[in-house]
């Protein structure tokens, strides 16, 4: 009788220890929350016709005042440029598989011209029309010091589909789908490092 009571006192200590040991390396092993600060932020026709272009933040993400000392980007007809101290670079990539921002490289120097981030398609189909170019990013320091990784998607008001007969016909595009009404995705890595 003696014997089984201590057996049973025995086997319960070995077993709450058991459960405190996993308990504690399941804490250790798992990721603490502020390790996943990335996320993907979906802008969407972001209105540069109207105003002959736009100020962003991309810390904040929210259209600025060119006054403001907080955007990082400006985007001006097909010209991407920056301030406040941010810069950026275009580098080969897709915007779900691009783990690591370079540590050099950067320029205050806006982005601009044909076959950059985008194609202007001049007398090839659909004519006259600004493409993104599929496969490039388009990458920035803040002014804040935190790397970005960006994707240009549309340069027309609601991302239309630039493969059908309406979008082809440049009157038809213009009313329907304004143009310099920029939808782009990025990534914002908040904890200073280059590491998405």
Not at 156 to 185: L, M, S
Request: proline share 4%.
């Amino acid at each position: 009788m003696i014997k089984n009571y201590i057996f049973q006192k025995v086997s319960l200590c070995a077993a709450v220890v058991g459960l405190l040991f996993t308990a504690c390396s399941k804490s250790e092993t798992e990721p603490q929350e502020e390790e996943k600060s990335e996320h993907m932020v979906s802008v969407k026709d972001l209105n540069g016709l109207d105003k002959g272009g736009v100020f962003f933040s991309l810390e904040l993400n929210k259209e600025m005042d060119e006054e403001s000392k907080e955007w990082d980007i400006k985007i001006s007809g097909t010209t991407i440029g920056f301030g406040n101290g941010a810069v950026g670079q275009l580098v080969e990539g897709v915007l779900s598989n691009y783990p690591t921002a370079p540590a050099e490289g950067y320029s205050e120097s806006g982005i601009t011209g044909n076959n950059t981030y985008y194609v202007n398609t001049l007398y090839n189909a659909p004519q006259h029309a600004i493409l993104m170019k599929p496969g490039v990013l388009i990458l920035v320091k803040t002014s804040k010091g935190n790397y970005a990784k960006l994707e240009m998607v549309s340069y027309y008001k609601g991302n239309p589909n630039v493969t059908t007969a309406d979008f082809a016909d440049i009157p038809t595009r213009g009313e329907k789908w304004p143009k310099q009404h920029y939808t782009f995705n990025y990534v914002l890595q908040s904890n200073g490092t280059n590491k998405f």
